[in-house]
């Protein structure tokens, strides 16, 4: 298929970073997790699970588009349904943004855990339309989309991290046994 050729390199590249990604978000997770919070899981479904899913979802797409398919038709079928899953999926972590009691978000959580995965997951499900008749211009979209959810996922995951050592902390000092 010609629309696909050539995207071996940049796939392999985005695909593993964003598995390599996932890898490291569940290290951090993990020693995060040596002081829980109160509702710590309510917040995390808001803000720490999504960079996995959008890392995920990078994954499959990377996986997607590198399967010498015999016509563009069926790995579009398959990232719109990522685009249209990845709006569903939205629409439910701003909910959760909305309801969890631990952390206020401010504007920029909204803008990089509700607005920009929209718009990345609505250029996934609009390029999958277009990709009959405009195949070389889809897949463009398709990889800007796969490297906004990537960047997305590591912004998240920083602000995350940051939150968690520089406010968390020193706000909850371990306390010392003697």
């Not at 995920?56 to 563009?72: N, Y």
């Not at 609505?122 to 959810?149: D, E, N, Q, T």
Request: hydrophobic share 55%.
């Amino acid at each position: 298929m010609t629309a696909l050729g050539g995207w071996e390199n940049f796939y392999v590249i985005v695909g593993s970073s964003a598995g390599a990604l996932i890898g490291l978000q569940f290290v951090v997770l993990t020693l995060i997790a040596e002081r829980p919070m109160l509702r710590m899981a309510e917040a995390g479904a808001a803000f720490a699970t999504p960079n996995v899913v959008h890392f995920g979802f990078v994954l499959l797409l990377s996986a997607i588009v590198s399967i010498p398919w015999s016509s563009i038709t069926t790995a579009a079928v398959l990232w719109g349904l990522v685009g249209v899953c990845g709006i569903v999926y939205v629409a439910l972590v701003a909910r959760r943004m909305k309801v969890q009691t631990i952390y206020p978000p401010v504007s920029e959580d909204w803008l990089f855990h509700v607005i920009f995965p929209k718009a990345a997951y609505v250029m996934l499900a609009v390029s999958a339309c277009a990709a009959h008749a405009h195949a070389r211009p889809a897949v463009f979209v398709v990889g800007a989309a796969a490297l906004l959810l990537l960047f997305i996922g590591i912004h998240n995951a920083w602000d995350a991290i940051t939150y968690h050592v520089f406010v968390q902390r020193r706000e909850h000092p371990k306390s010392e046994k003697h």
